[in-house]
């Protein structure tokens, strides 16, 4: 799935367009924080109790039925609390939306390697920042682009009456605790890891790796400050790529060709979700125009269902021509450390 930027950026391109009356300049940073969907409870690896759980089941199924629900409950509020719920519902559906189109490209040319494939997300986040907005990533100072406080009360109810209509019966309902967790773990994560001002917490991700021989590679987790080998990271050249999870299928899009579909999908969406929360259509036509099948464009999975091998899913990686050398491009960010701070 992309990364945290690219997530904002789509969605305030979509909106930008649309210009939909519920989405005012008060709940932007609202709607940013939206658009990061499920990940969020990914991040929640710190605090306990955890609401991770939630992160896999919304990638797995069913997020068109979440999104009819936040709809259907959205109108039982009104004034300042209908705005920010309809700010968080605009930003939460672009999210599915640009997972399901790009997914399949960053796991073509992210290859198998360890933690290439977050890498190659915030990769691509610089790649497309630069591309959307010619701004360069270390100017970015993400947690000045989301809510401080998290996200309001009103908005929390909603999310968690929402997942746990959708969900009942597919494990522990969402507690308030949980999501309050989730939230404050995604938020601690995105200042730890702010390109504006993340070197300090490149060096204690550096040394912890280094005591561990290796570790978990945590710098695969930051944007890539220093220059990037300059390759196609984008597909600019129309190359031939193969398609995981169908057998046989071949692509020659571009990245920018992936975004530029995202938008067209993103905006149908979002008419959508605009039609029903002013009441001329119903929620359950997000079922249909969105849909419920998983995130990562592969086959679905039911939402109890097994966790799949590769081989169950069809993704199979191809040789390694078609992948960037990025585990060789990781490793030199760690030489690069230890040859500045040859102390740790």
């Known amino acids: ?127 497309m920042i630069k591309e959307l907005r010619d701004a360069e990533i270390g100017r970015i100072d993400l947690p000045s682009w989301f809510p401080a406080e998290g996200l309001p009360e009103s908005v929390r109810n909603l999310l968690i009456r929402a997942l746990n209509e959708v969900y009942a019966g597919a494990g522990q309902p969402l507690l308030p605790e949980e999501l309050g967790n989730a939230v404050y773990d995604a938020l601690n994560f995105y200042r730890w890891t702010n390109p504006a001002v993340a070197e300090t917490a490149r060096v204690l991700a550096f040394k912890h790796d280094r005591d561990e021989n290796g570790g978990r590679r945590r710098l695969a987790l930051f944007h890539p400050l220093e220059d990037l080998p300059e390759l196609d990271y984008l597909n600019k050249e129309h190359k031939t790529w193969h398609r995981p999870f169908i057998q046989g299928a071949v692509s020659s899009e571009s990245f920018i060709d992936l975004y530029g579909k995202a938008l067209d999908k993103g905006r149908i969406v979002l008419e959508t979700v605009c039609a029903c929360l002013e009441g001329k259509k119903d929620a359950e036509a997000l079922e249909t125009v969105l849909g419920n099948g998983n995130l990562n464009g592969k086959i679905d999975i039911p939402v ?40 740790l």
């Open 304 to 343: 109890d269902g097994p966790v799949l091998s590769r081989k169950d899913t069809g993704l199979v990686h191809r040789g390694p021509e078609e992948h960037f050398p990025l585990s060789g491009i990781l490793d030199r960010m760690y030489e690069r450390m230890a040859e500045v701070h040859p102390e």
């Open 1 to 127: 799935m992309p990364s945290q930027i690219l997530h904002i950026l789509f969605a305030e391109d979509i909106i930008k367009q649309l210009r939909p009356a519920c989405a005012g300049v008060s709940v932007k940073k609202i709607i940013n924080l939206a658009a990061q969907g499920p990940d969020i409870f990914y991040h929640n690896q710190r605090t306990t109790p955890t609401a991770f759980r939630f992160g896999r089941l919304l990638h797995r199924s069913r997020y068109g039925s979440v999104l009819a629900a936040l709809v259907r409950h959205a109108h039982e509020l009104r004034g300042q609390a209908f705005e920010e719920a309809a700010g968080y519902i605009l930003g939460f559906a672009t999210h599915a939306v640009l997972d399901r189109i790009t997914h399949p490209y960053i796991v073509a040319f992210a290859g198998g390697c360890y933690q290439c494939h977050p890498f190659f997300e915030r990769i691509l986040d610089v790649c």
